[in-house]
């Protein structure tokens, strides 16, 4: 079986680009042949990128991988910072097997992740985004850290130029230079301040904010789309900001007309649904979601905000005992929180509701936090990937 690698090289590196992550890293104690082999294949990005496009492929039609925070679930020592608590993401694999079932089946696993610093700082000032299979972790001061628990990798980002003060972070791929990045902005000393670092220089470089809008103290609602990072910002003039991730432009893009003069009583969540952004406008009661408009934006991307524009595409209830939207998982489903902290999913074809039963961890609710994607995408970089 060693042998293969020598002799058949080429056929072995299609057939491995279409295996899963974890099979693929498993076959590197076959032997010392195959050891190198696929160590070869996790330092070349051609292989990479096209194991990425097939997986992406066969996952996509087959499976999905909803990933939940778990907050200060586990508490270590560190020797001289103390106690802090650790937060935990747990990763639930969903089989797209058309069960008629009420519930919704999956494997699930539990990831530690490294806790960000000074350990008091509040669990809502985490940033936490997923991009082609990297975790991206931030607090709002000095601490980036990239993970891909596939691969068993993580870093630490070189310190950043801001320190304090930061509102907002994105992380995404840039498809043409081949390359990730992470912006963070906010506010220094009443200044305004914007940065972005390419995994491919391994630095951070100052850029300018050429829109104007009114700074929250933390920005939580975002998602990552062909190439632009999106966060919606909920201050008195609610508005969504873009990041080109190629040209490394900001834009402000209104939301459609009238979504909050219609109720007193509003909820805007952010979604990626069928490669477009979706805006999700929860009309609520009491607290609770009595209907979801869904509107979506064209391809406009941002770049010029006034060709943007929104498209009503469909209004989901009367809902009973919903609180806010999560993320469509499906381009036909929607999961969604209820009152006592579950999830439950609605197809929108069917109507149908079924229950996803998430453990509790160390008797903490875990909350939705992404959808997330198995792959051998290096936080190292290409060149030293593979180790």
Known sequence: MATLCCELPEILEEIFSWLPTQSLMRFKCVSKSWNAFIKSLLKNPEFVNKHLRNIDKKVLSRTTCLVFFCPGSVKW??????APRRDLLKVLTV???????????????????????????????????????II???????????????????????EPYLTDGVVGVGFGYDLRPNDYKVVRFGLDNLVVRAEVYSMGADSWREIEIQCQFDYPSHVDKEVFCKGFFYWFIETEEHIIISFDMFHEVFDSIPLPNNVLRTWDDHFIKLAVWNESVALLSCHRETGF?????????????????????WIKKLVIGPLVGIVTPSTFWKNDELLMETANERSISYNLHSQKLRHLTVIEVANTYPQWDFLYMKSLVSVQGQENSGS
């Open 77 to 82: 020592q560190h020797p001289r910072r103390g």
């Open 95 to 133: 089989s797209h097997d058309h069960n008629e079932s009420d519930r919704i089946n999956y494997d699930g696993q539990v990831l530690r992740l490294p806790t960000l610093f000074p350990s008091e700082l509040p669990l809502a000032h985490l940033f936490r985004s997923h991009c082609n299979g």
């Open 136 to 158: 991206c972790l931030a607090n709002c001061y000095d601490t980036v850290i990239l993970c891909n628990p596939s691969i068993n990798e993580c870093r630490t980002l070189p």
């Open 289 to 309: 979601t009595n209907s979801i408009e869904v509107w979506v934006m064209d391809d406009c991307h941002g770049s010029v905000t006034s060709s943007c524009f």
